[in-house]
């Protein structure tokens, strides 16, 4: 299976549509679909003073599995031609609450194992029983984020005890820093599949990428189009940063090559070894973004799209957890 141009993530996909546009996705060719653990109740009306809502998760996993078994069914694909990918939530990051989670994730699919199981942040939140509340988002109550005691190394061997016992097949990580990745490195028995990250042109993370792939670890992007995924979460530094489709560099490239600045910046990162999943509700949408690997930018085009890098973030825990705080 590619890594990079049969993914879509599901992150803001309508939970009443999510079913359609996951079978209309594999019917266009998609094959890796990656979700996470559920919506928290919380909307962005409820943490004022905050700017970012993207670790406010996906809350659609019952959806997408009844895309995947209607494609099923009627024949489009087995199971073993997707590769289903979910994450675990900071809430259940201690020892004897991951396998729990994990398979109660995978009843909400409807599917026996996870291709790739990814901890979502390298965060532990204090543990809220699903049965009180599920998911439970950011906060313990409602209101106030409540660190948990579990650190990373409990967490990865509970994890790896995930693929002895044929619930996932590989693990992997998301949002970890070049640090956290290293200290991982020193413990585990099963090196991370990938490494999940914000990754576009205002923040290319150079140093990281390079070190992982130097490590064997597939590097994944998410946010490929930068502020673009934000704007629709009224997330202020999204409205006031230029948009990547409309940079000048970006539409004289995409001009060039007959192609969409979507497929410029997708293609930007997939010539660089990066894993894409690029996420879209519009079906032709959906296919121009397979399109990503039957061309090649110039090494002077990537290296000027490289160069639109700011250090800019916009997924960041400190938004929310601050934010909730006050």
């Known amino acids: 299976m590619s890594m990079f141009n049969d993914q879509t993530r599901l992150w803001k996909v309508n939970n009443d549509t999510c079913a359609d546009t996951v079978y209309n996705a594999i019917k266009s060719g998609y094959r ?29 996993e019952q959806e997408s599995g009844q895309g995947v078994a209607r494609a099923i069914k009627e024949g489009i694909v087995k199971r073993e031609d997707l590769f289903l990918v979910s994450k675990l939530w900071n809430s259940f990051h201690d020892h004897d609450r991951v396998e729990p989670i994990c398979k109660k994730q995978l009843k909400d699919w409807g599917i026996d194992y996870f291709d790739l199981y990814i901890v979502h942040f390298p965060i532990s939140l204090k543990y809220v029983d699903p049965s ?27 994890m790896e005890k995930l693929v002895e016992n044929g619930l996932a097949k590989s693990i992997g990580i998301s949002n970890f820093n070049g640090q956290l990745l290293m200290d991982l490195l020193r413990y585990a028995k099963i090196v991370p ?8 042109p205002y923040l290319t993370q150079e140093g990281l990428v390079k070190f992982g792939q130097s490590q064997g670890i597939v590097i994944t992007a998410y946010s490929s189009f930068g502020p673009q995924s934000f704007l629709e979460l009224d997330m202020q530094r999204a409205k006031d940063t230029p948009l990547l489709m409309d940079n000048a560099t970006v539409k004289k490239i995409a001009e060039k090559h007959s192609k969409t600045p979507a497929q410029v910046l997708l293609r930007w990162a997939t010539q660089r070894d990066v894993a894409v999943i690029p996420k879209s509700n519009n079906q032709g949408r959906l296919a121009q973004n397979l399109d990503v690997t039957g061309w090649d930018l110039e090494k002077s085009e990537i290296d000027d799209i490289s160069g639109l890098d700011k250090n800019l973030r916009f997924n960041d825990p400190l938004n929310v957890s601050t934010a909730i705080r006050q």
């Open 132 to 158: 009180e509340r599920y998911p439970p988002g950011f906060t313990y109550d409602g209101k106030n984020v409540v660190p948990g005691n579990a650190t990373i190394q409990e967490t990865w061997q509970a």
């Open 193 to 200: 599949a990938t490494l999940q990250i914000e990754h576009h």
């Open 32 to 60: 890796l679909f990656d979700g996470a653990c559920g919506m928290s109740s919380q909307s962005p009306s409820q943490i004022p003073e905050c700017d970012s809502y993207v670790f406010l998760d996906y809350g659609n």
